[in-house]
């Protein structure tokens, strides 16, 4: 069982689309990252959130933080090719161990 | 500066066999954490390993091991492999351990495929 669920598993759109990716978990994080890993590559960190209701904006991503700290949001607007890759959250509870999610995979057509 | 560099990228095994699997941090950076990545199950926590020593273990069986060495690089040995080890094997390297909210900079990582 994964402690954090990310929906949807998979994602299709046409370049210049929104798209909306969501993570949650019945368990309370003291900080949530979002990271993103392109095909043949390691996953890099896209943004750290640590206060409920934080929203954080990146170029045209936004990352929001539930009030609660058990859920988050990551929104494309504009959806670019090169937004292609799997997006991961990923939360620590305790021990700074480090849970991630299973990943939501983004392909964007041109 | 280099990244965390992951040796070897692929390699092939049959069940039953061992392998080891290597890991160069970033330099300046003590902590090593190693994840397993397979389709739909996301980045399973193995181990994390600081100074020499290991912090944090995952939920894995003992055929799973590590270790750190005192230039931080590390390796981790899976023996009597089976199908199910088949993965992609990540390394990731930060300054410290529990820093939190801290960054983890990952390799390329260890394709590993079972047969």
């Known amino acids: 069982t994964q402690l954090l669920e990310q929906s949807p598993q998979f994602l299709s759109i046409q370049e210049g689309e929104n798209l909306t990716v969501y993570c949650n978990s019945s368990?309370?994080?003291?900080?949530l990252q979002w990271y993103r890993q392109e095909p043949g590559e390691g996953p890099v960190l896209l943004v750290t959130?640590?206060?409920?209701?934080e929203v954080k904006k990146l170029k045209r991503l936004t990352f929001q933080f539930g009030d609660a700290r058990k859920d988050s949001s990551l929104h494309i607007t504009a959806a670019q090719t090169g937004d292609t890759g799997l997006y991961l959250c990923a939360g620590v509870i305790r021990d700074y161990k480090l849970s991630f999610g299973a990943g939501t995979t983004v392909t964007v057509r041109a | 500066k280099a990244g965390v560099t992951q040796t070897p990228r692929y390699l092939i095994k049959t069940r039953g066999q061992q392998v080891t699997l290597s890991c160069s941090p970033i330099s300046g950076h003590r902590s090593v954490s190693w994840y397993q990545q397979t389709p739909g199950q996301g980045l399973q926590f193995l181990f994390e390993y600081f100074s020499e020593t290991q912090r944090n273990k995952g939920n894995f069986p003992g055929r799973f091991s590590g270790r750190q060495f005192s230039n931080s690089r590390s390796e981790m040995n899976v023996s009597t492999l089976e199908l199910g080890d088949s993965a992609l094997y990540l390394c990731a390297s930060s300054l410290y351990p529990g820093q939190s909210p801290g960054e983890l900079f990952f390799g390329e990582g260890s394709r590993l495929t079972v047969l």
């Open positions: 959130v640590v206060t409920g209701g």
């Open positions: 368990s309370v994080f003291s900080s």
